[in-house]
């Protein structure tokens, strides 16, 4: 089985733990021994919530989440959130000023990427108040229209009393990502938030959720993270959100907001344990193997130290054949991310970058081309790439760079 797989670099669904798929085959046949397997048994059995507790102890204690705030399970993946933070976040915040009309109320969107734009466009489709942008970082890039970095601190215009704030803390098709050392200028600017109050700060941590520990966690209103990354297959999206983030919807649709659909409200799903309705019970047995994995090698902690290794060895190799003008870096130094590596093939011919990839398949290693919607190379490093396999990838950028290459 281990020969036939090949390397998966693909940006999402991706790579699972080997270990991990092997195991879940047997609990697919027959779950804890109940003989009844994980795809088909009933989410309200004992044995299934004494999963769903465990996946949700294991998120809380690898990411050090504090009892401010609630761990909830649900479906519709990032995109699906692109709706429910605004809806939720808007019945709060007309809870809290019910008297502001739509036309007061803003929500703040920082543009860093392809995911926060999208993310922005569902905002301003929804209405119930108006978008406002805190920095377009096209604006700022060096051809002004492509997303290559993170603005500087300076650029960021936070509205006053935003109903939420917005950020893609790791822009999966962009490869740009926040930097976690807060004394970075690629960081995410929380000094320059409101002091004092509780602030709406909403992250999309899609595409890094689990890969290393997140930053200020307790300052944030809601994170939230497709599964379908680093921690299992697709259709599970997990949420943390802090308590008065969790608000009654239909009193606040009683004072004017947006009714909220059953099961995207925040507060539906939290009473009832993430159970309200049918949860993705095999994408959740999955989640719930690779976590128990992760806290066997050490939790976030070790994946921290790796994934920041494996970014780095591959940066230094595009960096250096950069230099030698083989590769164009899409990102500026410093906003690049850890997780989602873009770049182009600049030589061996017009058709250079399809050479790679056909050189790359060769050798087994697959999902490396780039989003659709902007063309070059992607190199995805999740959690269940290794350092083995990354460094393979090395030596095959490095091996282009030869002259028997070209
Ligand atoms: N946000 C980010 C950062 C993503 O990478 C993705 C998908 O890749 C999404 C949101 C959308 O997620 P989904 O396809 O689960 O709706």
Redesign the pocket.
């Known amino acids: 089985m281990v020969n036939q797989r090949a390397v998966n670099f693909g940006?999402?669904p991706s790579a699972l733990p080997e270990s991990v798929l092997e195991e879940a085959c047997k609990g697919l046949l027959n779950f804890q021994g109940t003989g009844i397997g994980i795809a088909e048994i009933s989410h309200r059995s004992k044995e299934f919530t004494s999963l769903l507790a465990d996946l949700e102890n294991n998120i809380r204690t690898q990411l050090d989440v504090p009892l401010t705030h609630k761990i909830i399970f649900t479906q519709g993946?990032?995109?699906?959130q692109f709706s429910a933070v605004v809806l939720n976040m808007l019945a709060r915040h007309r809870l809290l000023h019910p008297n502001l009309s739509d036309e007061q109320r803003v929500m703040d969107y920082v543009l860093t990427g392809s995911?926060s734009k999208k993310a922005a466009a569902e905002a301003k489709r929804l209405g119930g108040a108006s978008v406002h942008t805190v920095v377009d970082a096209r604006t700022k890039s060096i051809d002004s229209k492509s997303f290559d970095g993170i603005p500087a601190h300076a650029d960021f215009d936070f509205s006053v009393d935003p109903a939420l704030i917005y950020y893609?803390e790791?822009?999966?098709v962009d490869g740009v990502q926040f930097s976690n050392d807060e004394t970075s200028p690629a960081s995410f600017p929380f000094h320059l938030l409101p002091t004092g109050g509780l602030w709406p700060l909403v992250a999309?941590y899609?595409?890094s959720f689990m890969s290393r520990k997140i930053p200020r966690i307790a300052d944030h209103a809601v994170i939230f993270a497709?599964a379908?990354k680093n921690v299992g297959p697709?259709g599970l999206t997990i949420l943390i959100v802090r308590q008065d983030c969790i608000v009654d919807v239909d009193a606040a649709a009683q004072l004017g907001a947006t009714p909220v659909p059953i099961t995207m409200s925040y507060k539906t799903i939290a009473d009832a344990g993430s159970l309200y309705n049918t949860p993705s019970t095999l994408s959740i047995y999955i989640a719930h193997l690779v976590l128990e994995r992760s806290k066997k090698l050490g939790g976030i902690e070790y994946f921290e130290s790796v994934n920041k290794r494996k970014a780095q060895r591959v940066y230094a190799a595009l960096r250096e054949g950069a230099d030698r003008g083989f590769y164009h870096l899409k990102v500026k130094e410093g906003s690049g991310s850890w997780m989602n590596i873009v770049f182009n093939v600049l030589k061996n011919g017009d058709d250079a970058e399809s050479k790679f990839l056909i050189g790359a398949e060769a050798l087994g290693m697959k999902g490396l081309k780039g989003h659709r919607s902007v063309g070059g190379i992607r190199i995805s490093l999740y959690n269940a790439i290794t350092e083995e396999q990354t460094d393979n990838l090395v030596a095959y950028i490095k091996g282009w760079t030869t002259p028997e290459s070209i």
């Open positions: 940006a999402g993946g990032g995109t699906g995911w893609c790791n822009e999966t999309d899609s595409s497709g379908q697709a």
